[in-house]
């Protein structure tokens, strides 16, 4: 009898055994590309094409690149209905004090409602190409409620945005070596008492974002007490933003609802050729005494 049970789940130890033996890895296969992010801007000094390679990364260390191959030729141009514009490899140096090649244009300033065509020659790889569509401005204005500043966006039924994204500044200013110095400081969202630290909008569908009244006085006596400067204005900007750069947020950020199972890595690019993003926003702003919000 115990011979016949041994028997009996034999073969079932045996593919135990076998399973055991095969080592599970979320890699795929690597295939070398060419990476876009460029965001059509219109409040930027001027617009932007970054260009990278994708790598083989290390399983046991993901942020670790393993053969890196940086972009460093390339014939990058957008155009729209009207005009073709080319974009000059720039050096520019990042926060970590390095230095980095990017395509830049300063001719370039995005129309609402115009599409654009990116198209990017890389030596040894095919065309790369992507189409967006600027949407159209959202009037940006104030509303006071109780508590709080709303900065809100009228949307447009024409080339609506699919997204929007809100900031707000106490703004001053003061004198430099005998020049007026524009000085200004962003209003968070809320403060965080466990991290210590200060919460700023993120990109949604919302058109509007409210700015609690305690953290815009805070952040006035702040530019007060650390720069110097009274601040005279407070200034809000709504950005308007197409579906391909507010769905890239979405995807690489994390969607509204922290719990949804989601995949890091979907297929959404608008790139052909390639991935990334070749996006659009549209930005609005309101200007306003700091003295009338804050009376009111």
């Known amino acids: 009898m115990k011979s016949a049970v041994t028997l ?3 073969p079932l130890l045996l593919l135990l055994a076998t399973a055991c033996e095969n080592d599970f890895s979320p890699k795929a296969e690597y295939e070398e590309r060419i990476v876009i992010y460029s965001i059509l801007d219109r409040s930027a000094p001027y617009q932007v094409v970054r260009l990278e390679r994708t790598y ?17 030729e390339a014939q990058v141009t957008v155009t729209s209905d009207q005009q073709r514009f080319i974009f ?3 050096l520019i140096t990042l926060g970590d004090g390095s230095s980095k090649k990017v395509w830049i244009s ?12 990116l198209t990017v020659e890389v030596p040894g790889y095919n065309r790369i190409t992507a189409k967006a569509t ?8 104030f509303q006071v409620v109780p508590g709080a500043v709303r900065v809100t966006a009228t949307p447009s039924n024409v080339s609506p945005a699919s997204g929007y994204y809100f900031r707000l500044w106490v703004v001053g200013s003061k004198t430099v070596d005998g020049q007026e110095v524009e000085v200004r400081r962003e209003v968070p969202v809320y403060y965080n008492s466990e991290t210590g630290s200060y ?23 702040q530019m007060r007490e650390e720069d110097g400067v009274s601040g005279r204005d407070i200034v809000g ?3 308007s933003m197409d579906q391909y750069l507010y769905s890239f947020f979405k995807l690489a950020r994390g969607f509204d609802d922290p719990v949804s199972v989601r ?34």
């Open 8 to 10: 009996r789940f034999l």
């Open 56 to 72: 083989n990364a290390d399983n046991s260390n993901p942020a670790n690149a393993v053969d890196t191959d940086p972009v460093t």
């Open 88 to 90: 000059r490899d720039t």
């Open 106 to 117: 300063r001719e370039l300033l995005p129309t609402e409602r115009r599409e654009y065509t």
């Open 134 to 141: 600027v949407p159209t401005r959202s009037y940006a204005q």
């Open 199 to 221: 919460e700023y909008p993120n990109p949604s569908r919302n058109s509007q974002e409210a700015f609690p009244t305690s953290l815009l006085q805070n952040i006035h006596s």
């Open 237 to 239: 900007v709504a950005y």
């Open 263 to 296: 995949q890091d890595r979907p297929d959404v690019s608008n790139i052909v050729n390639g991935v990334g993003i070749f996006g659009a926003m549209y930005p609005d702003s309101v200007r306003v005494r700091f003295s009338s919000i804050i009376q009111q």
